[in-house]
T-cell receptor, first 120, second 113 residues
Framework: SAVISQKPSRDICQRGTSLTIQCQVDSQVTMMFWYRQQPGQSLTLIATANQGSEATYESGFVIDKFPISRPNLTFSTLTVSNMSPEDSSIYLC?????????????????FGPGTRLTVL | GQQLNQSPQSMFIQEGEDVSMNCTSSSIFNTWLWYKQDPGEGPVLLIALYKAGELTSNGRLTAQFGITRKDSFLNISASIPSDVGIYFCAGQNYGGSQGNLIFGKGTKLSVKP
């Protein structure tokens, strides 16, 4: 399994500013992901954070708006740039790691506690 | 893209009752997963299903991977107050090193003591 921490846990920001969210894992992992969960909604994948190369973004998400860093196998950051109220969401980091229940060839995806962002 | 239809959207039940929720998809998945999210927390994996037709239990929870690979259900027996939360199904289409998860919209469960 993997234990994931995120900073900050929550923040209230002004329109037009940027916020960087940190994700720290207690073990080295290959795959790290960033998700967005809008109020009362499900989770949507923003991007896969690749160590040593540029992140892979999903449709509807771009690097200029959500720049991602992945300097090593235990850490990643997501920046929400030039924020607007529509960016108010929970942002979640997740990783793939060996789970107790998965068959030998499978990993499980573990989630951090999330960062609750409110943009005024 | 792929979408999951999860139902019901919310449930209000009495403690001790059984609960059933399900997910359907217009396309197939190789893996079905069920997560629970408590307020202020990230989702926690409850059950993972890897083979069509598979029926798996985890305590009072039972989930099945539909034979068509396009659906899954989750049952909770004898509900207790700590079962309160949002339950998400998720489908995944990669084996081994995984790809991204497609999540359902969630079922919000409320339990009256």
């Amino acid at each position: 399994s993997a234990v994931i921490s995120q900073k900050p846990s929550r923040d209230i920001c002004q329109r037009g500013t940027s916020l960087t969210i940190q994700c720290q894992v207690d073990s080295q992992v290959t795959m790290m992901f960033w998700y967005r969960q809008q109020p009362g909604q499900s989770l949507t994948l923003i991007a896969t954070a690749n160590q040593g190369s540029e992140a892979t973004y999903e449709s509807g998400f771009v690097i200029d708006k959500f720049p991602i860093s992945r300097p090593n196998l235990t850490f990643s950051t997501l920046t929400v740039s030039n924020m607007s109220p529509e960016d108010s969401s929970i942002y979640l980091c997740s990783v793939e790691a060996r789970g107790e229940r998965a068959p030998h060839s499978y990993n499980e995806q573990f989630f951090g506690p999330g960062t609750r962002l409110t943009v005024l | 893209g792929q979408q999951l239809n999860q139902s019901p959207q919310s449930m209000f039940i009495q403690e001790g009752e059984d609960v059933s929720m399900n997910c359907t998809s217009s396309s197939i998945f190789n893996t079905w997963l069920w997560y629970k999210q408590d307020p202020g927390e990230g989702p926690v994996l409850l059950i993972a299903l890897y083979k069509a037709g598979e029926l798996t239990s985890n305590g009072r929870l039972t989930a099945q991977f539909g034979i068509t690979r396009k659906d899954s259900f989750l049952n909770i027996s004898a509900s207790i107050p700590s079962d309160v939360g949002i339950y998400f199904c998720a489908g995944q289409n990669y084996g081994g090193s995984q790809g991204n998860l497609i999540f359902g919209k969630g079922t919000k469960l409320s339990v009256k003591p």
